[in-house]
């Protein structure tokens, strides 16, 4: 089935930084949705992208829908404490007349204090 | 408005049992995903209704199932439960059906163990 290669896997920063993930496939997609999960809770969405190209931020997050609509990252700037979590990627697409939605496996963030 | 609600929360059952999980979508929201979630398989969607009909359904065994009534809420159904079912299981809502351009909101979960 499609796959969504999210990385890196986790990481590890001091408060402050900024931080970049991202997604790709060999899969076109026609849209991208961010999410953060934090544990035991169920994921909440962070950033929605419906074109190629579009550059849509949210507060201290900024997520790009690739040129190609292969792929999408998301940067986090100047990190605090609480943006630990697992942050998903996920993409919608059309095959074989139906919609589906494909997770990556996540980026688990760490922030140091 | 209230967000998407999931019960039960926690659930352990026993291999062999069967369970069934409860959604109700935000307001307004009639269309209905069910996704599973695992440390190993991360989030693989199970099964989407809108307007009370099945529409779109990933590769799971038929021991899942599901429903939606005339009101949105959506119930899963696992059967014949086996340890492997073990998982988070999440459902999600949006307005339209799963179709591009459409914003998808998950509730918390519910925690099923199989023992």
């Known amino acids: 089935g499609q796959q969504l290669n999210q990385s890196p896997q986790s990481m590890f920063i001091q408060e402050g930084e900024d931080v970049s993930m991202n997604c790709t496939s060999s899969s076109i997609f026609n849209t991208w949705l961010w999410y953060k999960q934090d544990p035991g809770e169920g994921p909440v969405l962070l950033i929605a992208l419906y074109k190629a190209g579009e550059l849509t931020s949210n507060g201290r997050l900024t997520a790009q829908f690739g040129i190609t609509r292969k792929d999408s990252f998301l940067n986090i700037s100047a990190s605090i404490p609480s943006d630990v979590g697992i942050y998903f990627c996920?993409?919608?697409?059309?095959?074989?007349?139906?919609?589906?939605?494909?997770f990556g496996k996540g980026t688990k963030l760490t922030v140091n204090p | 408005k209230a967000g998407v609600t999931q019960t039960p929360r926690y659930l352990i059952k026993t291999r062999g049992q069967q369970v069934t999980l409860s959604c109700s979508p935000i307001?307004?929201?009639?269309?209905v995903s069910w996704y599973q979630q695992t440390p190993g398989q991360g989030l693989q969607f199970l099964f989407e209704y809108f307007s009370e009909t099945q529409r779109n359904k990933g590769n799971f065994p038929g021991r899942f199932s599901g429903r939606q009534f005339s009101n949105s809420r959506s119930e899963m159904n696992v059967s014949t439960l086996e340890l492997g079912d073990s998982a988070l299981y999440l459902c999600a809502s949006s307005e339209k059906p799963l179709i591009s351009g459409n914003t998808i909101y998950f509730g918390e979960g519910s925690w099923l163990t199989v023992v």
């Open positions: 996920a993409g919608q697409l059309t095959q074989g007349g139906s919609e589906k939605l494909v």
């Open positions: 307001s307004g929201h009639r269309s």
